[in-house]
T-cell receptor, first 119, second 113 residues
Framework: AQKVTQAQTEISVVEKEDVTLDCVYE???????LFWYKQPPSGELVFLIR??????QNEISGRYSWNFQKSTSSFNFTITASQVVDSAVYFC????????????????FGKGTLLTVNP | GAGVSQTPSNKVTEKGKYVELRCDPI?????LYWYRQSLGQGPEFLIY????????DSGLPNDRFFAVRPEGSVSTLKIQRTERGDSAVYLC???????????FGQGTRLTVV
């Protein structure tokens, strides 16, 4: 079975602070993909990043960065110099590649972290 | 269209009624998914279509739920004899193939009163 845990239910920061959202996952698949999605109040899930399990290199995209550590099964997301527009619910998700008998298309989501950035 | 479109955006229905939720995927995407998101939870998988056929409907909670995709494009999620526990946001997503990124619609918020 696959599982994604986002231990932080809610985080509140002041604009320009850095913030890290934690994600821990479990899977028996030896290859898999990890994702982060943003869900603003409008409700649509906005794709942010996909990382495959072969690639542990950290990635930076503007103010966003991701830290993938296979040894601790974590895929944390950091927003640098947060802005009010970053306020949203952020979901971490996992998709196995089916090499332990499961599907290779089904996303398993965490419960999400509500980030509020105050001016 | 440019993105995944879901209609209606909001639906309020009485307990026991039948509802249909529509999803219009990104043009050319062969894979289509339905997820359900309850308040304070992450989306949970319901069903996956590859083309016209339901390749995996293991997430449908019971036989009151059914989905179709007759021409391999638009999909309809159908719920019979609605119950208050069916209240949730129903999200549709599509991807060009099963292994590529899924793009989500804005969802249909279903409220059963």
């Amino acid at each position: 079975a696959q599982k994604v845990t986002q231990a932080q239910t809610e985080i509140s920061v002041v604009e320009k602070e850095d913030v890290t959202l934690d994600c821990v996952y479990e899977t028996r698949d030896t290859t898999y993909y990890l994702f982060w999605y943003k869900q603003p109040p409008s409700g649509e899930l906005v794709f942010l990043i996909r990382r495959n399990s072969f690639d542990e290199q950290n990635e930076i995209s503007g103010r966003y960065s991701w830290n993938f550590q296979k040894s601790t099964s974590s895929f944390n997301f950091t927003i640098t110099a947060s802005q009010v527009v970053d306020s949203a619910v952020y979901f971490c998700a996992l998709r196995g590649m089916g090499n332990s008998g499961g599907s290779n298309y089904k996303l398993t989501f965490g419960k999400g972290t509500l980030l509020t950035v105050n001016p | 269209g440019a993105g995944v479109s879901q209609t209606p955006s909001n639906k309020v229905t009485e307990k026991g009624k039948y509802v249909e939720l529509r999803c219009d995927p990104i043009s050319g995407h062969t894979a289509l998914y339905w997820y359900r998101q309850s308040l304070g939870q992450g989306p949970e998988f319901l069903i996956y279509f590859q083309g016209t056929g339901a390749a995996d409907d293991s997430g449908l909670p019971n036989d009151r739920f059914f989905a179709v995709r007759p021409e391999g494009s638009v999909s309809t999620l159908k719920i019979q004899r609605t119950e208050r526990g069916d209240s949730a946001v129903y999200l549709c997503a599509s991807s060009s193939t099963a292994n590529t990124e899924a793009f989500f619609g804005q969802g249909t918020r279903l409220t059963v009163v």
